[in-house]
């Protein structure tokens, strides 16, 4: 079955780290560009982070810069985000995204333009 599935969420308390994994099956995820974004409620999707499958370059949105971490292990066919120093405007559901355009996944897209796109993982930051 060819999917792209995240996993890794849950509850943290606030100043806590979660690693979220994005893994995909049916494919080779280092052929392809990985974004994450995030939706919180009632809030518009973000894009927060990307990484290329060329050079594996990353990018962030300027307000996580410093507390999230993009990586990628091909052997895995996993893209990993993590969250440190977690905030309770953190939560939310994240998504992850796979797609050989690595503009698109930094640009912004609808979620059906993306060549993969999971079905998301709750996160909560609460104590």
């Known amino acids: 079955q060819v999917q792209l599935v995240e996993s890794g969420g849950g509850l943290v308390q606030p100043g806590g780290s979660l690693t979220l994994s994005c893994t995909a099956s049916?494919?080779?995820?280092?052929?392809?560009?990985v974004g994450w974004f995030r939706q919180a409620p009632g809030k518009e999707r973000e894009g927060i982070s990307s990484?290329?499958?060329?050079?594996?370059?990353?990018y962030y949105v300027d307000s996580l810069k410093g507390r999230f971490a993009i990586s990628r292990d091909n052997a895995k066919n996993t893209v990993y985000l993590r969250m440190n120093s977690a905030k309770p405007e953190d939560t939310a559901v994240y998504y992850c995204a796979a797609d050989r355009n690595l503009n698109k996944l930094r640009l912004g897209a609808r979620t059906f333009e993306y060549d993969y796109w999971g079905q998301g993982t709750q996160v909560t930051v609460s104590s």
């Open positions: 990484i290329s499958s060329s050079d594996g370059s990353t």
């Open positions: 049916g494919f080779t995820l280092d052929d392809y560009a």
